[in-house]
């Protein structure tokens, strides 16, 4: 029997999470009262990369808010990124692993690791092998729908992606310099200068961003937005919801976070109706429009 939204509130209290890029972005999520902030290393679209002592004073202060604070890692890690070793080193509360690589070398160091929605996890044989390793959460694909995510019976373990902007893809190469062209062995910096996406053959647009790696990331040219039907994921029970927002402001952060948490105070309410309000507000907030990903179709 499928418990009714009200009572799955009551029963379980769903984390709200968000996962940003940059200290500023972890410090707005931890003021607007995120109940998880996984921060992204790289600094991804500009932000600026932290630094092991602004690390250490966040943790601290997601402490103080009572906020899980989750360092996440590069979904591309090769044995010479060392300097990723001395995030590990600070024995963090959590670590979010990307790729297979990254999850082993956390769990061999005793850390706390979740999974991102990059490792693909489409079924329970897959959900149970990476909790039998250790895996504190799993982050699920994104290309479910709601039928196959309520053949998992149980997702106290699980985090569903609820709005934002998906990452479709990362590469180290470099497409803005592939096309642009730049003087031999010198970067010319192009995604500092200006923005820029992928057009495909609908006029549909992708964004593109890069790290302070050279990495690059593609992401979805609609924005994930399930908050009209947040009701429905909150009956599954998961142990968090996520917002992606790796490309926000400060400001956006804010927002988004208040949103979402009046939507889920509205559903407790049973006050479904008010769910329209909250998309109204966060269109003020969106990148692009709205999509509903795979939730009421999927791709398997």
């Known amino acids: 029997n499928t418990l009714s939204p009200e009572s799955a509130m009551r029963e379980l209290k769903t984390v709200l999470s968000i996962a940003v890029s940059g200290p500023g972005a972890a410090y707005a999520a931890l003021k607007a009262g995120a109940g998880r902030v996984y921060l992204h290393l790289e600094g991804i679209a500009g932000q600026k990369r932290p630094d092991i002592n602004e690390i250490g004073q966040i943790i601290e202060e997601g402490r103080l808010k009572g906020c899980e604070i989750v360092l996440a890692l590069p979904r591309i890690q090769k044995p010479a990124d060392i300097s990723y070793q001395d995030y590990l080193d600070m024995q963090p509360e959590s670590v979010l692993a990307g790729n297979i690589g990254s999850l082993h070398n956390c769990l061999q160091q005793g850390l706390k ?133 790796l490309r926000a402001g400060e400001d956006e952060i804010h927002q988004l976070l208040n949103i979402y948490r009046e939507a889920m105070e509205y559903i407790e309410m049973g006050r479904i109706a008010e769910l329209k309000i909250c998309k109204q507000k966060l269109a003020g907030v969106s990148f692009s429009p709205f999509t509903r990903g795979h939730y009421n179709r999927g791709v398997l």
């Open 113 to 245: 690791v979740r999974s991102d929605y990059s490792l693909n996890i489409f079924n329970r044989a897959a959900l149970r092998s990476l909790l039998n390793q250790g895996v504190e959460g799993i982050c699920l694909s994104p290309e479910l729908n709601f039928r196959q995510l309520q053949s998992f019976n149980n997702l106290d373990k699980v985090e569903l992606l609820v709005h934002g902007e998906i990452i479709l893809m990362t590469s180290e190469f470099c497409i803005l310099k592939g096309i642009l062209g730049s003087n031999e062995g010198k970067c010319p910096a192009y995604c500092r200068q200006d923005s820029y996406y992928l057009q495909d053959d609908k006029g549909y647009k992708f964004p593109l961003a890069a790290d302070n790696s050279c990495r690059l990331y593609l992401f979805n040219s609609r924005t994930l937005c399930m908050v009209e039907e947040l009701d429905r994921i909150l009956s599954l029970q998961p142990e968090s919801i996520r917002i992606e927002a």
